[in-house]
């Protein structure tokens, strides 16, 4: 079993964990400019968002590595499947495609608006994003037309008939049913120790939402029909 980690020094390794060996994936100089903020993976390669704005693509067969770099530190970083775009999005709301293997050209990059805290690219073929951030509550949007497909409406007022703060800090899809190959259902971590789950065949509400601890939701990975996620203090 192998496995890639990156860190905030910018060193990429590739662990295989029954030889107890790591191969450093990226050059040897250490530097904080050039942390790791995000990995995707495209088939044999892993992706690298830096907090720079670079974003380096490594080989694990032994390929010649290649980056760009864009404006911005990114919030999110993801691949479409179907050609190994790249798909990057910035802390301004920036959304920029990439493909490295030039089957297309690039599309120009469009703004999905401001205070970003995560993106995240829909795994199930569909050329969809979904995105969230401080007061920008889960938005979907369609790659190939550059424009928003749902957008999430906030929960009721509170017992007090207080309006509820929106802070989306990570995303992830989920599988759609079978029988259901339309629409997407997408779980979101907020700040305020939420988990929220929406279906955009159902409602732009929450179709459900649970309170966990105490501190802000900052990870999410959905694994077949489990949601595994983390926190700031640790927590998992």
Known sequence: MRVVIAD???????????ASTAELLSGP????????????WS??????????????????????????????SPVGLGVVAEFGSIVRCNTAGRV????????????PSFEVGHDIHTMRVDPFGSHVIGIGGKERDLNLWNLETQTAVFKA???T????????PVWVKALAFLPRPASDSSGHRVV??????????????????????????DHPITSLVVQD????????AGNV
């Open 225 to 232: 029909h489990r949601i595994i996620f983390g926190d700031t």
């Open 96 to 107: 920029e495609v990439v493909h490295p293997l030039h089957v297309k050209p690039n599309p």
């Open 8 to 18: 905030e020094t910018g060193l990429v390794k590739n662990v295989a964990l029954e």
């Open 29 to 40: 100089s250490q530097n904080r400019a050039t942390s790791a903020r995000h990995l995707s």
């Open 153 to 155: 409406k906030n929960i």
């Open 188 to 213: 979101v971590g907020t700040a305020y120790h939420q988990i929220r789950i929406y279906d955009t065949n159902t409602k732009r509400r929450p179709v459900s939402e649970t309170t966990f601890g």
């Open 157 to 164: 007022h509170d017992n007090l008939d207080m309006r509820v």
């Open 43 to 72: 088939e044999s390669d892993v992706v690298v968002g830096r907090v720079n704005g670079a974003v380096d693509c490594h080989a694990l067969n032994g390929a010649s590595p290649w980056s760009f770099t864009r404006d911005g």
